[in-house]
C-alpha cells in the first residue's frame, strides 16, 4: 500500500490514485460469492443493477462496507467522522456488459456540501479487455455539469456529461486506464471525468462502487439513497438518520467469516442514541426498481 503522503498527493494532483493488495483474498473470494448470490435471489435485475437499496438487510453487505482497511482510507481524504451513503455491485457480465459513458460521479448525488469520495474496489480481474475504468487525469477540476439523457445506447446511467467537454480534457491531458486485481483498490474525486467500455470479453468483470462522506455531508435524495450508515466516529452536524446496522440472517445474505459473532458484534452499535431502523414501505427490490426508473428519467439527483 502507498504510504499516506504519496497517496493525500497523488489524490490531490491527479484526482485519483490506485492502491494495491488492500484486501484479502478470502475476504474477495466472500464477496465473489456474494455477487452470484445475488444474481440467484435477484433474477430480475441485469448484474449491472446491483444498486444500494439491496444492502438494507444484507449483513455481509455492510461488513464489507465498513471493513477498516478501506474505512482508514477514505479517512485520509474526509477525516475521523465517516458515513456511507452507497454501495453499488458494478457488475459486467462477459460479451454484455453495459458501458458507463462520461460522467462525474457528483452529479448524481444529492449531497450538501459535496464532501466524498469514491472507493472502487475490484471484486474480479479490471482490465482494457473487459471495461476497467478509464479516467481523465486532473479533471477533478471541473465543476459538477449536470448530465445529459443518453438513451439512443445501453448505458448503465442514461446519461452523459458534455462531451465537447471531455474532448477539450481528454486532448489536454489525455486517459488513464485503471487496471486492478482483486483485492486491489482505486479512489477517485466526485468531480473527476470518467467512464468505462462495455465488457466484450469471456470474463466478468465486477467491482463494488462504494461512496464514503464526511458526517457535515448531508444526503437529501428523498429515500433513493441509504440513510447512511455511520463507518467511524461521530455523527457530525449533518441532519442525516443513521440507520441500524442490520442483524445477521441466512435468508438476507451470504455465510461469511465472522457471521455468528455479528450480531452480537452491532448489538452495542444499534443501542447508540438516533440510529434507527430503516423503513419498510418499499422492498430493497421495489426501491432499487425505482432507483433504475429515476436514471431512466434523469430525475435522480432531484
Known amino acids: 500500500m502507498l504510504d499516506a503522503d504519496t497517496l493525500v498527493r497523488e489524490y490531490e494532483e491527479n484526482g485519483f490514485a490506485i492502491i494495491r493488495n488492500v484486501l484479502d483474498a478470502e475476504l474477495i473470494k466472500e464477496a465473489q460469492a456474494h455477487v452470484e448470490w445475488l444474481g440467484r435471489r435477484y433474477p430480475q435485475l441485469r448484474p449491472e443493477e446491483y444498486h444500494h437499496p439491496l444492502m438494507r438487510n444484507d449483513a455481509f453487505w455492510v461488513r464489507l462496507v465498513t471493513d477498516d482497511r478501506l474505512v482508514d482510507i477514505a479517512e485520509l481524504f474526509l477525516g475521523p467522522d465517516l458515513a456511507c451513503f452507497t454501495a453499488h455491485y458494478v457488475c459486467k457480465p462477459p460479451k454484455d456488459g453495459r458501458p458507463v459513458l462520461w460522467h462525474q460521479d ?48 445501453p448505458n448503465m446511467l442514461y446519461s452523459q456529461t458534455s462531451q465537447e467537454l471531455v ?15 482483486p483485492g486491489d483498490v482505486s479512489i477517485h474525486h466526485p468531480n ?86 430503516p423503513a419498510l414501505g418499499e422492498t430493497p427490490l421495489q426501491t432499487t426498481h425505482r432507483m433504475v426508473q429515476r436514471l431512466q428519467e434523469g430525475t435522480v439527483s432531484r
Request: proline residues 7%; neutral net charge; contains cysteine.
Open 167 to 181: 474532448d477539450e480534457w481528454v486532448a489536454k491531458a489525455g486517459i488513464v486506464d485503471i487496471e486492478l486485481a
Open 192 to 277: 473527476i471525468l470518467h467512464y468505462s467500455e462495455p465488457n466484450a470479453s469471456d470474463n466478468r468483470r465486477c467491482g463494488l462502487d462504494i461512496g464514503y462522506i464526511a458526517t457535515s455531508t448531508t444526503v437529501a435524495n428523498e429515500g433513493l439513497y441509504l440513510d447512511p450508515i455511520l463507518v467511524r466516529g461521530k455523527r457530525g452536524t449533518a441532519t442525516n438518520n443513521y440507520r441500524n446496522y442490520p442483524a445477521y440472517s441466512a435468508e438476507e445474505t451470504i455465510p461469511f467469516r465472522g457471521h455468528d459473532a455479528w450480531n452480537d458484534r452491532i448489538a452495542q452499535l444499534n443501542a447508540r442514541n438516533g440510529f434507527t431502523a
Open 106 to 153: 457528483g452529479a448524481y448525488w444529492k449531497l450538501r456540501p459535496l464532501v466524498a469520495l469514491t472507493v472502487w474496489v475490484a471484486i474480479d480481474p479490471s482490465n482494457t479487455s473487459n471495461g476497467c475504468l478509464r479516467i481523465v487525469p486532473g479533471s477533478h477540476r471541473v465543476p459538477i455539469i449536470p448530465p445529459e439523457s443518453r438513451t439512443d445506447t
